[in-house]
């Protein structure tokens, strides 16, 4: 199961691993989880269209058991390339597992509701919303954390923001680039619209996106390239 929502989204969101409900639709998080986790989107507010849903793993585990380390491994290559894609500004994991993928020494009972850096993103760890089901004491701390999410996008700014000024400040340095080989640039043509696609309200300033996405109903896009 690739994961749902917008390809282009600034917030990537990685469960664990598919259920019985969401191996039977095809879809992450349409079960009791699901609908907490729209509840806590909506809060913010947002919705599934300005993220993209996906797990650490793609196949749900036998008797919904937790993943496994080997089985999070051979997912580790589609994630990467998911997040090579979509190249989200946030990555929220949502519970145990999907934390550990990026921090293994890492408690989410410690670090839930934190943003921390991972490389040139803010990674937000949550309880799962499946936890949240089970404790009300961890389905008020999800609600209070998820709350974070708009502070995490202003910090992802912020980091994005110090690498471009860091590169600017590099003295010039005209032997330097002398010495870099020539690099190819490949300029894509902009599409060009009737005015009838026009007046439809397509927009001459939409990047092109070539065989990476197709429409999935309910205005849900998910990734194209499996």
């Not at 989107?41 to 947002?46: D, G, K, N, T, Y």
Request: net charge negative; glycine share 8%.
């Amino acid at each position: 199961m690739p994961g749902a929502g917008s390809s282009v989204a600034s917030i990537l969101i990685i469960g664990e691993g598919p259920g019985f409900n969401e191996n039977q639709q095809g879809l992450p998080f349409v079960g009791r989880s699901g609908k907490l986790l729209d509840e806590l989107l909506a809060a913010v507010p947002l919705s599934r269209e300005d993220v993209f849903i996906t797990n650490v793993v793609k196949c749900r585990p036998p008797d919904n058991r937790d993943p496994q380390p080997d089985e999070v491994a051979a997912c580790r290559p589609y994630l990467e390339r998911q997040m090579e894609l979509i190249n989200p500004k946030v990555v929220v994991t949502l519970g145990r597992h999907s934390y550990l993928r990026f921090y293994p020494d890492g408690k989410i009972s410690r670090d839930h509701g934190k943003l921390l850096q991972w490389n040139d993103r803010i990674l937000f760890p949550l309880y799962h919303p499946a936890a949240g089901l089970r404790n009300p004491a961890i389905k008020r701390e999800l609600q209070e954390d998820v709350l974070r999410l708009p502070e995490a996008l202003r910090e992802s700014l912020r980091i994005t923001t110090a690498a471009v000024r860091e590169v600017n400040e590099v003295p010039y340095q005209p032997e330097q680039v002398a010495a870099q080989p020539p690099t190819s640039i490949h300029v894509q043509t902009a599409p060009e619209f009737s005015p009838e696609e026009v007046k439809a309200g397509a927009s001459l300033s939409e990047p092109v996106i070539e065989n990476e996405t197709t429409e999935k109903e309910g205005g849900e896009r998910q990734l194209g390239f499996f």
